[in-house]
């Protein structure tokens, strides 16, 4: 079962809110050849923003989470 910010979480970049200012960081920094690192507070849309721009560029996601190694 998919908890409530899965479910609702967007689909497309242009469904995120406020944050175009880090979405054109990400574009300028990504490349299909090399990771990208995201840290920040929690609740900021990191997750949010690199799913969906991974669907939208059909790239597959590798989330590593520090709570995962614990």
């Known amino acids: 079962m998919k908890t409530w910010t899965q479910k609702y ?5 242009n469904e995120v809110i406020d944050q175009q200012k880090v ?3 990400i574009n300028n920094s990504l490349s299909k050849t ?3 690192l ?3 507070p929690t609740g900021t849309g990191k997750t949010s923003i690199i799913h969906a721009y991974a669907k939208e560029n059909n ?3 590798l989330e590593i989470n520090a ?3 614990r």
């Open 67 to 69: 709570s995962d190694v």
């Open 9 to 13: 979480r967007p689909k497309k970049l």
């Open 59 to 61: 790239l597959e996601i």
């Open 34 to 36: 090399r990771p990208l």
């Open 23 to 25: 979405i054109s960081k």
């Open 38 to 40: 995201l840290y920040g």
